[in-house]
């Protein structure tokens, strides 16, 4: 079984430049999450979908943001116009939805953004 | 979601058990204790999770006190590629909040 997979793997750009970064979750999956890691700091959570549904986006920075996720299936997030502080490693999870009461939520490699 | 406190770093002999603290004295009753790691530019790894059994996979082993309010994680032969930053969250069962709180961690190097 495949797992979670980015695209891509590494992304540099100028500031002020819009970048999108897409994730493949695992099939089957209807919940996707999106993380990231900034320079020093601990990997915060960004947002979750349950489908194409935004259950949670209570994580995202600011409107610079867009993530979606159209038919449900794999998701993209769009940073638009990129900042400096945006530089980090943005990571994919998925999982199953929750049986007795939790779910398992499986990584993706992850994204290393690096804005110029 | 409770806090967590692990100790910031440690270090394991090859081919020993490694015994991996965590301390999360305001657990409450639906909360169940994950353990993740990342190893260096992957992305984080689940390797268990539990509620108040303890639990064994093939990856590890999680001891939980009868309390509750501290867990170990027990890689049983540590190898060179157990070095990786370990995670002790714990998470609410039952209700919307489905997202992961990640803390420092403890960074674990395994020494040949």
């Known amino acids: 079984e495949a797992g979670v997979t980015q695209f891509p793997s590494h992304s540099v750009i100028e500031k002020g430049q819009t970048v999108t970064l897409r994730c493949d979750p695992i099939s089957g999956h209807d919940n996707l999450y999106w993380y990231r890691r900034v320079m020093g700091k601990e990997i915060k959570f960004l947002l979750h979908?349950?489908?194409?549904?935004?259950?949670?986006e209570s994580g995202m920075p600011n409107n610079r943001f867009l993530a979606e996720r159209t038919g449900g299936t794999y998701s993209t997030l769009k940073v638009q116009p990129a900042e400096l502080e945006d530089s980090g490693v943005y990571f994919c999870a998925s999982s199953q939805v929750r049986t007795r009461g939790t779910d398992t939520q499986y990584f993706g490699p992850g994204t290393r953004l690096t804005v110029l | 979601d409770a806090k967590t406190t692990q100790p910031t770093s440690m270090d394991c002999a090859e081919g020993r058990a490694a015994n991996l603290p965590c301390n999360h004295s305001?657990?409450?009753?639906?909360?169940?204790v994950y353990w993740y790691r990342q190893i260096h530019s992957q992305g984080p790894q689940y390797i268990i999770h539990?509620?108040?059994n303890n639990e064994t996979n093939e990856m590890a082993s999680l001891i939980i006190t009868e309390d509750r309010k501290s867990s170990t994680l027990i890689l049983p032969h540590a190898t060179l590629r157990d070095t990786a930053v370990y995670y002790c969250?714990?998470?609410?069962?039952?209700?919307?909040?489905?997202?992961?709180?990640f803390g420092a961690g403890t960074t674990v190097t395994v020494r040949a």
């Open positions: 969250i714990v998470r609410v069962a039952g209700t919307n909040d489905y997202k992961l709180s």
């Open positions: 539990g509620l108040k």
């Open positions: 979908f349950v489908k194409e549904s935004k259950q949670d």
């Open positions: 305001t657990i409450s009753g639906n909360e169940y």
